[in-house]
C-alpha cells in the first residue's frame, strides 16, 4: 500500500503539470495504459485511478479502447480569463500592491543573490530582445525579467504566492517612448550593478503606476486598470485563496497529523481517537480516506482499532521512536514544510514591521505572557515560535497579505507531524529559540518596531537553518528535494 500511494501520488502530479503547463497539447492522446505501466513501473489500478482524477478535473477524457485524450488548452484557458476584463477593484487592488512590495522585494534580492556569472544568461537575454519601439513585448519581457528572479528561489510556494497576485496579467499602458528607454537604460544600470554585488538600492527608477491604470480619476473615483473577471485585483481575498491554495495529500495528511498529536502527548497510550466521522469533518476528506490512514497506523502497531469500539493508541513515545518510516512517504509534505518555513525567512522581516505598527503595548504585553505560558506551564512542544506567528498574521492589515500568511501559518504546523522532527521535551535549541521569541516581544513593549522585525527574522531564520540540520540527519532532505526540480521553475 505505501509504495502504491507514492507513485499514484507522483504520477498524478507528473501528468497534471505537464498537462496545465501545456506540454501535453490539447487533443494530444497519452500513451496507454500499459505502456504508463511500464514507464512508471506501477499497476494498472494505479493508472486507472490517476486517470479517473485527471479527468474528474476536466484535463482528460477516457474511453473504452482508446488512449486517453487531452481536454485542457493552457493557452485558450488563459485567453478565455482574459475576454471578459472589468474595472478593477480600486481596494483589493491597492492592497494587493502594497502586498507585492512586502514579498517581493525580499524574494527577488534573494534570487539576485543566487546568480552566478553563467546565471546572468537568462535575464541578460531577455534585455537584449526588450525593443522600446515595440511596447506590447517592451512591457511582456519587462514581466518575465523580474519574474525570473522570483523564480530563482527554486520555491514552488513562493513562484505560486507571487503568480497568485495578479500583478502579472496585467497590462501596461505603452507610455511614451522616452518612459520606456529610460526605463530600459536603468535595467541595464540595474544588471551591471548586481552583477557586480553592488546596492539595488542606488539605482532608481520613475513611478510607472499610472501605465498600468492605478491613478485615481477626479471624476469617477475609480481605477483606470481593467483586469480579467476572476482577477484577485477585482475580486480581492477570495480568488487569492483559491489561487494560493495546492491540492494536498489527504490521506498521508491525515495520519501524518494523527502521528504528530500522539507523538507530542496531545494522545497517550490508551487513549482514544476521534471516530472515522469526527476525523472525516476535521479533515475535510472522505471515511474511506480516515480508514486507509488508520490503516497504516495500525500496520505500525501505533494504534489499534475495533468495529463498534473505536480507535484507540496502542503504543508509548518510546517505542514510537524506534519506528522506521520511509522518508518518500513523508516527502511531499516535509517540502511544504520547508518552502514555507524558506518563505518565512526571507519575507518576515518587512511583514513583522508592517505588523508591528499595529500592536498597542497592552498587546504586546500580552505577547510576552503568553509565550512564558507556552513554556514554563503548557509545554508540549517548541510552540514560541507558532505563538509569534499567530500574533504577526492577525496584526497584518494587507487582506492579500493575511491569506498568503495564514498559508504559511498552516503549513508551519506540518512540523509536529513529522516523525521524529520535533521534540516534545525542552532541550538546548529549543530554549534558545523561545529566548530568541521573548526577547522579540519584549522589544515590541517597548514601541520599537524596527529592532522587533529584525530580531524576530534572525528568529525564523535560525529555526529555519535547525530545521533543515534536522531533516538532514533524519535522511529525509534527499527524498524532500527530489519531490519536484526546483531548476525548472527558471530554466
Known amino acids: 500500500m505505501k509504495n502504491g500511494e507514492i507513485k499514484y501520488e507522483k504520477f498524478y502530479h507528473i501528468l497534471k503539470k505537464k498537462i496545465v503547463c501545456g506540454l ?26 490517476v486517470l ?18 487531452v481536454t485542457f488548452d493552457a493557452a485558450a484557458s488563459h485567453k478565455r480569463g482574459l475576454l471578459s476584463l472589468q474595472k478593477a477593484d480600486e481596494t483589493a487592488a491597492a492592497d494587493i500592491f502594497k502586498t507585492g512590495i512586502l514579498i517581493c522585494y525580499p524574494v527577488i534580492s534573494y534570487g539576485i543573490s543566487l546568480c552566478s556569472d553563467e546565471g546572468w544568461a537568462i535575464p541578460e537575454s531577455l534585455l537584449e530582445k526588450m525593443d522600446p519601439e515595440q511596447p506590447k513585448e517592451f512591457w511582456r519581457l519587462s514581466n518575465q525579467f523580474w519574474r525570473f528572479f522570483v523564480s530563482r528561489s527554486e520555491n514552488e510556494l513562493i513562484l505560486r504566492a507571487v503568480d497568485s497576485l495578479g500583478l502579472s496579467e496585467l497590462d501596461p499602458l505603452p507610455g511614451t517612448l522616452q518612459i520606456r528607454e529610460d526605463y530600459y537604460e536603468g535595467l541595464k544600470k540595474l544588471t551591471q550593478v548586481m552583477k557586480c554585488g553592488g546596492d539595488l538600492n542606488s539605482v532608481h527608477f520613475a513611478d510607472l503606476s499610472s501605465l498600468y491604470g492605478f491613478v485615481t480619476d477626479e471624476k469617477q473615483r475609480g481605477l483606470f486598470c481593467r483586469v480579467a473577471s476572476d482577477s484577485p485585483l477585482r475580486l480581492g481575498r477570495k480568488e487569492l485563496q483559491r489561487r494560493i491554495s495546492s491540492a494536498e495529500e489527504q490521506y498521508s495528511r491525515v495520519y501524518l497529523d494523527l502521528l504528530g498529536l500522539i507523538a507530542i502527548g496531545r494522545y497517550k497510550p490508551g487513549d482514544r481517537l476521534p471516530s472515522h466521522e469526527e476525523l472525516r469533518r476535521a479533515y475535510g476528506v472522505s471515511v474511506d480516506t480516515t480508514m486507509k490512514a488508520v490503516q497504516l497506523l495500525k500496520a505500525w502497531g501505533i494504534v489499534t482499532a475495533t468495529r463498534g469500539k473505536g480507535i484507540f493508541v496502542a503504543m508509548d513515545l518510546e517505542a514510537m521512536s524506534k519506528i522506521y518510516i520511509e522518508p518518500e512517504l513523508i516527502a511531499r509534505h516535509i517540502r511544504r514544510y520547508l518552502d514555507s518555513l524558506q518563505m518565512l525567512s526571507l519575507t518576515i522581516e518587512g511583514v513583522a514591521a508592517h505588523a508591528a505598527a499595529q500592536v498597542t503595548a497592552e498587546e504586546a504585553c500580552s505577547l510576552c505572557d503568553s509565550l512564558e505560558d507556552v513554556w514554563n506551564h503548557a509545554y508540549l512542544y517548541q510552540l514560541s515560535p507558532v505563538i509569534l506567528l499567530e500574533f504577526l498574521v492577525a496584526h497584518i492589515q494587507y487582506d492579500a497579505l493575511q491569506t498568503i500568511y495564514e498559508v504559511i501559518l498552516k503549513n508551519y504546523h506540518i512540523g509536529r507531524s513529522i516523525p521524529k522532527l520535533i521534540s516534545h521535551k525542552k532541550n538546548r535549541n529549543n530554549y534558545e ?10 522589544i515590541l513593549t517597548k514601541g520599537d518596531s524596527v529592532c522587533f522585525a529584525r530580531k524576530a527574522s534572525e528568529m525564523f531564520q535560525h529555526t529555519n537553518q535547525l530545521i533543515i540540520t534536522e531533516c538532514k540527519r533524519l535522511e529525509y532532505w534527499e527524498a524532500a528535494v527530489q519531490v519536484y526540480d526546483g531548476s525548472v521553475l527558471w530554466k
Open 433 to 442: 529559540i523561545h529566548k530568541q521569541c521573548l526577547e522579540a516581544a519584549r
Open 52 to 69: 479517473e482524477m485527471l479527468a474528474a478535473e476536466g484535463l482528460v477524457e477516457t474511453r473504452q479502447r482508446k488512449r486517453p485524450m
Open 24 to 49: 501535453l497539447a490539447d487533443g494530444s492522446r497519452l500513451p496507454s495504459r500499459a505502456e504508463m505501466c511500464r514507464e512508471f513501473c506501477t499497476s494498472e489500478k494505479t493508472v486507472r485511478r
